[in-house]
């Protein structure tokens, strides 16, 4: 299970907070919120991993896939880092 909690840090900046297990199927509730402040013409998104205990690869594929200069992603565990990167190289 994800949850994600929705913080404005500035006009422009929004902060996701993700706790949990992220699974291809949660990825799509990330999806619409990154979508939603898009829309609201939001320049930054960062994504907040420090909550997040496991992800799968497949998971770590499309979270890289939506990485860009106007998401960041922080604060990953050593292990979702890593899965992070590897999927990145390949």
């Given amino acids: 299970m994800l ?5 404005l840090e500035n006009e422009k900046t929004v902060r996701l907070r993700l706790d949990g ?11 619409e ?3 939603r402040h ?15 205990d496991f992800m799968k690869e497949e998971a770590a594929r499309r979270l890289a896939n939506l990485q860009s200069k106007s998401l960041n992603i922080i604060n990953c565990s050593p292990f979702i880092a890593t899965l992070l990167e590897i999927v990145r190289r390949a």
């Fill in 38 to 52: 898009q829309k609201k013409h939001r320049s930054m998104i960062i994504v907040d991993m420090a909550g997040v």
């Fill in 21 to 31: 297990t992220i699974s291809v199927e949660s990825l799509s509730e990330l999806d």
């Fill in 33 to 35: 919120a990154c979508a």
């Fill in 3 to 7: 949850r994600i909690t929705e913080k």
